[in-house]
């Protein structure tokens, strides 16, 4: 199994509709992040949260929303989506000092019509 | 605010050629972070760097860490077809309460 798992792998939704995406890890860590990825603009963080009742504002936090569940679970919501967050996202974790790096998921490919 | 500027964009080369790709900060770096995203696939952590001037390597890949802590870089000798995707540095600033600023990447393609 993944050691980051993101859920679903794919979407297509429509303009003004609430969708969810979800993240869930296996390293035990303690640090969580969503970013965003669009082509020639690398990665883009939208919320980050560093323990269950931490949640803090990244660069693109417009339009988003997270909730941490639970140290291994980080969610991000789009309340009503629109075109231009089409965008592959990616969850990733980390450990307090981020030594052994990021720790990625597979990604969500994400399309808003 | 924080800027981490990677360049090129993109790389096109034959295989058996080297590669670099080059890393620069707006602000001094406590570490930076080298990541390889596989077409279609995710960022996967290869290597940071701490100390200034330090050097590392793996394989053919030799990682530099500039003496101000403000550039890195990546130098990939003799590639492979299997080194296609796209490199990322990530810079961890010690301003701002310590985020990681990700670079917009360098695409390699390698020619056969």
């Known amino acids: 199994d993944a050691d980051v798992t993101q859920t679903p792998r794919n979407r297509i939704t429509k303009t003004g509709k609430r969708i969810m995406l979800e993240c869930s890890q296996t390293?035990?860590?303690?640090?969580m992040y969503w970013y965003r990825q669009d082509p020639g603009l690398g990665l883009q963080l939208i919320y980050y949260?560093?323990?269950?009742?931490?949640?803090n504002k990244g660069e693109i936090s417009d339009g988003y929303s997270v909730s941490r569940q639970a140290q291994a679970k980080f969610s991000l919501s789009l309340e009503s989506a629109i075109p231009n967050q089409t965008a592959l996202y990616f969850c990733?974790?980390?450990?307090?000092?981020?030594?052994?790096?990021?720790?990625f998921g597979s990604g969500t490919r994400l399309t808003v019509v | 605010g924080q800027q981490v500027m990677q360049i090129p964009q993109y790389q096109h080369v034959q295989e058996g050629e080297d590669f670099t790709t080059y890393c620069n900060s707006s602000?001094?770096?406590?570490?930076i972070q080298w990541y390889k995203q596989r077409p279609g696939g995710h960022p996967v952590f290869l290597i940071q760097?701490?100390?200034?001037?330090e050097v590392k390597k793996q394989k053919r890949l030799t990682f530099q860490f500039g003496e101000a802590k403000k550039n890195s870089s990546l130098h990939i000798t003799a590639t492979q077809t299997t080194d296609v995707g796209t490199y990322f540095c990530?810079?961890?600033?010690?301003?701002?309460?310590?985020?990681?600023?990700f670079g917009a990447g360098t695409r390699l393609f390698v020619k056969a």
């Open positions: 990733a974790t980390s450990d307090f000092l981020g030594v052994g790096g990021y720790t």
């Open positions: 390293k035990g860590h303690d640090r």
């Open positions: 949260s560093f323990d269950v009742k931490d949640i």
């Open positions: 602000t001094t770096l406590s570490n």
């Open positions: 760097l701490v100390k200034s001037g």
């Open positions: 990530a810079g961890r600033s010690y301003t701002g309460g310590f985020k990681t600023i």
